[in-house]
């Protein structure tokens, strides 16, 4: 028997788009001479659908699509994920299922178990968890169907009661299949693999997993298909971050002959800049790119300063739209250093996208005028500071609205945390690039850019960051240093440590008073930001919610 995975990018809720890319896996796996190809979760509506499940014409559309693709199944088997109805009155409406279809007809509904309700996953809002489990037969082999969490609790999973494959193992299947959505981050790849060689060793048969690639809105999904015989070897690995089918004849792996062993995966627990940064550069590029080809935009606009994190951004830009497709404005005030402005424009240059140089001088004066009688004399301050911030975002959303480009954000995750950054400046955006990037790994991200030639000019990466908005202005006259902030910053969001744990690390306590109440006392900031691409285990957004208006640490 030959199973094919066809790793495929989808677009949420486009099921024309989607139906017609399973339809050509299957063509192409049945010229490959497939007898089973298996696609991945929730595959005919995209996934994660969110509200638009609570829409009964959703449904119907992901079931006519499900109906389209079953005529196709004559002379092979297909596997799709989609949500199927539940027809018992209790619980919810829906399954999160995995459709196996063949011969024109649905022989079978597998439903998920374990429905993640956590980070930027929200399944158990929509879904029941299933109560049945039964494997598939089909060609003399017993199919062990599971949907991506169901097997990442190997019954040591304080998050669920049950363990699925602990029920299908009992009937003795041949195989383990699994249909994933398995987000990107840059810690991902070395998990995944680890849970999946850890199904193997438990239950000592192969395995394959079919995982989605794409982006969705904030959320990126690298592939990453993974074929793994009954010993724990990886026979195939798919591309990561590209569309990809391949597969192998389930008897040519090997059986288990007692030799399996573990990999040795250890979670990173420190920020560590360098660490996967061909990946992350990947990530957002995916993440640039599928966000303006799902939504129809071709064209994007963003504020280029002559620093690190405009600089990143525009080159991860032109590399994921292409080169007339971005479009920088140099919008340099009173504070501005020359040497900045030549540095963008040198950085222009070099990746030859189009770029206009707007002075703000005047501007900026006639807003002081006009505000003068109302500041009272008093001592020039963040407001004066905040004021050029505004200005710029004024100047890019008017080009924005003239021509129809869309305004990438420049922030860092560093800058985002601690709230060092203007609302309606340079917080202004329609997609946020390095929104999940903290600054020591957007350095890291320039000197991966720079890997085989000078794209960005080493003095950007040189010299001291700074927001240029008062004489001799430093990012140090306000924050930490970053090298540390970041890793500090790195215990208290991605690793949820409280200042006790964080302390303990060796931190000064007064420091981390201060840094953590930045992080929460600008919630309120962050709470009105634009979707950022995700590329850690903790991104702001859909997979943080605290409240703005909380006590703690403050």
């Not at 970041?486 to 000064?508: C, H, K, N, S, V």
Request: aromatic share 10%.
């Amino acid at each position: 028997m030959k199973i094919i995975l066809a790793q495929q990018n989808y677009h949420v809720g486009n099921f024309e788009a989607n139906t017609k890319k399973i339809l050509q896996g299957i063509k192409d796996a049945a010229a490959q001479g497939a007898d089973l190809v298996v696609f991945s979760e929730l595959c005919v509506c995209g996934y994660p659908p969110r509200d638009f499940l609570e829409f009964e014409d959703f449904i119907q559309q992901c079931y006519a699509a499900i109906d389209t693709i079953k005529a196709h199944t004559h002379n092979i088997a297909v596997l799709v994920g989609g949500p199927a109805r539940n027809p018992q009155q209790e619980g919810k409406d829906l399954f999160n299922a995995a459709w196996f279809l063949y011969e024109g007809e649905v022989k079978q509904v597998i439903h998920k178990t374990l429905l993640p309700t956590y980070d930027v996953f929200d399944e158990y809002r929509y879904f029941e968890p299933a109560y049945a489990w039964n494997v598939v037969p089909f060609k003399g082999k017993k199919l062990a169907i599971t949907i991506c969490e169901d097997i990442w609790n190997l019954g040591d999973n304080p998050l669920y009661r049950i363990c699925p494959m602990d029920q299908l193992i009992e009937q003795q299947p041949d195989v383990i299949i699994n249909i994933s959505a398995s987000p990107f981050d840059y810690d991902a790849q070395q998990k995944r693999k680890e849970i999946i060689r850890a199904n193997v060793l438990k239950y000592k048969i192969p395995l394959f997993y079919s995982c989605t690639v794409g982006s969705q809105t904030e959320v990126v999904f690298d592939g990453g298909s993974l074929i793994v015989d009954a010993q724990g070897n990886i026979v195939k690995e798919m591309p990561y971050f590209e569309e990809a089918m391949d597969g192998v004849v389930l008897e040519d792996l090997k059986a288990y002959d007692g030799t399996i062993t573990s990999s040795d995966y250890t979670p990173i627990t420190g920020l560590q800049p360098e660490y996967n940064i061909d990946r992350i550069y990947n990530a957002l590029v995916l993440g640039i790119k599928d966000y303006f080809g799902k939504m129809g935009f071709t064209k994007a606009i963003l504020g280029s300063s002559g620093g690190i994190d405009s600089a990143v951004t525009l080159a991860l830009a032109v590399e994921a739209l292409g080169k007339d497709n971005v479009r920088a404005v140099l919008m340099p005030s009173p504070y501005s250093t020359e040497h900045s402005v030549d540095d963008a424009v040198a950085l222009s240059k070099k990746l030859h996208n189009p770029y206009d140089i707007i002075r703000i001088n005047d501007i900026y004066e006639m807003f002081l005028q006009t505000l003068d009688p109302f500041f009272m004399g008093l001592p020039f301050n963040v407001a004066e500071e905040n004021t050029q911030s505004r200005i710029r975002g004024n100047l890019l959303m008017a080009l924005s609205n003239k021509f129809g480009y869309i305004l990438l954000n420049t922030s860092n995750k560093s800058e985002l945390s601690t709230g060092y950054g203007t609302l309606y400046g340079d917080m202004a955006g329609g997609l946020s690039v390095l929104g999940d990037v903290y600054k020591m790994q957007v350095y890291a991200l320039a000197r991966y850019i720079n890997r085989n030639e000078e794209i960005i000019p080493v003095n950007i990466i040189e010299k001291a960051p700074s927001a240029e908005l008062r004489p001799d202005q430093k990012d140090s006259d306000s924050l930490p240093d970053y090298a540390i902030l970041d890793t500090l910053l790195y215990q208290y969001i991605e690793r949820r440590q409280g200042p006790r744990e964080i302390i303990a690390q060796g931190f000064d306590a007064a420091l981390v008073a201060r840094t953590l109440k930045m992080v929460n006392n600008n919630e309120y900031k962050r709470n009105q930001f634009c979707p950022i691409i995700r590329v850690s285990s903790k991104a702001f957004g859909v997979g943080r919610r605290v409240p703005i208006v909380g006590k703690y640490l403050s």
